[in-house]
């Protein structure tokens, strides 16, 4: 029994893609793949799922709009966690300006 013949010097032993006619030569398949340009390829394709956004910080952001926060600054204040969310609460009820929060917490 012969030995598998080695690959010749220069040529990658695996598919090649392309248009063969222009990179020298025919393709070749690496041992053991079928052939065919999408015998490797998934038949279906599954959506990805959205992330989940954690129900605390959803919670502390929902309080923040509550408040009287933008959505924007809510999201904002909502996922620092060294931000105190009763803090953050009462100085806007208390009748403190938003730009004046924001400075005090940031």
Known sequence: MR??????IGRCPYRVYGNTA???GAATV???????DDAHMPHTIEAPTPPQEDPV???RREELERA?????????????????LHVAVELVLKGCPLET???ILL
């Open 3 to 8: 030995p598998p013949a080695a690959p010749e």
């Open 22 to 24: 222009t990179r020298g």
């Open 30 to 36: 690496a041992p053991g793949l079928p052939d065919g």
């Open 57 to 59: 910080r959803r919670w």
């Open 68 to 84: 009287g926060y933008p959505k924007t600054y809510a999201a904002l204040l909502g996922n620092l966690e060294e931000i105190d």
């Open 101 to 103: 929060a924001l400075r």
